[in-house]
């Protein structure tokens, strides 16, 4: 496939630089957003300058908070002032939270909601309008094991907003096929090492809660949580893979892209529970006659422009 342009979220550490990097071996041009790039990111940036260079790919630091409308704004406003299109765009920031889910304060399970949910919202309206315009484009969302499959406690919030994330994912699927815009949600199961999602996880701001827990029958259940899942996790998982699988999904054929693509070492279920979720979704368009929204269009809407391509493969 040709080189493409594509936005990725996020994309200072963990899968969204490994994406990040993936993407540009692969000969795209990739913007890696971060937030804070010419402060705390700016080594992060100028790694990726510097691989640029060393490598001979297309990997260029952006300047973008998901919790930030004008950053998002002007983001993505550089990228089309530089490049004309954005075809490709990478949900994939994200922060994790831990802990027993009563201790958390309410603004701080808005403010999970905020990075993992709403900031998906900010940047597909900066974005969408324009693959709206262009009558193609392919969305790819990060989205979660956790939301049809195991779920280990003490990661509420996280969880909470990882299905709302992909709740919405599916929700613009159907409302953007008919502009040929095309969708892959993909489901990486539990890492526990790898990346620096637990490292990095925030805690329960009420700290009373959490020592009246830790006085009753859940004393030590955070380290007893961790371990048990650890355990499960493969010594050869790599979290690499996540990476490769974005990789391949990119550089396959309109209309061939798999709606899921699950990458879960653990095999914690969610393959099965998000193919019997997903079933139930598209029987109920086809029952009501709306099962083109299941695949994209396989051309530019009347008045854009864009060029007719074929498609094939039901979801």
Known sequence: MSEMVILITGASSGFGRLIAE?????????????????????????????????????????????????????AVEQIIAKEGRIEVLVHNAGHMMSGPAEAFT??????????????????????????????????????????????PPYLSPYFAAKAAMDALAVQYARELSRWGIETSIIVPGAFTKGTNHFANAGHPADEARVAEYEA?????????????FAAIVPDDADVAGVADAIVEVVGMPFGRRPFRVHYDPTEDGASLGFAVLDRLRAEMLHRVGLSDLLKPATAAPTGQRGRARSASGAR
């Open 22 to 74: 993936a993407l540009a071996r692969a000969g795209h041009t990739v913007y890696a957003s971060m937030r804070d790039v010419a402060g705390r990111n700016a080594r992060n940036a100028a790694e990726m300058v510097e691989r640029s260079a060393r490598d001979g790919v297309d990997l260029r630091p952006v300047e973008l908070d998901v919790q930030s409308e004008p950053s998002v704004a002007g």
């Open 106 to 151: 309410p603004e701080q399970f808005a403010e999970q909601y905020d990075v993992n949910v709403l900031g998906t919202q900010r940047v597909n309206r900066a974005v969408l309008p324009h693959m709206r315009a262009a009558g193609q484009g392919l969305l790819v969302w990060v989205s979660s094991s956790s939301s049809a499959g195991g779920t």
């Open 216 to 228: 009753g029958p859940y004393r030590g259940f955070a380290k007893q949580v961790q371990e048990a």
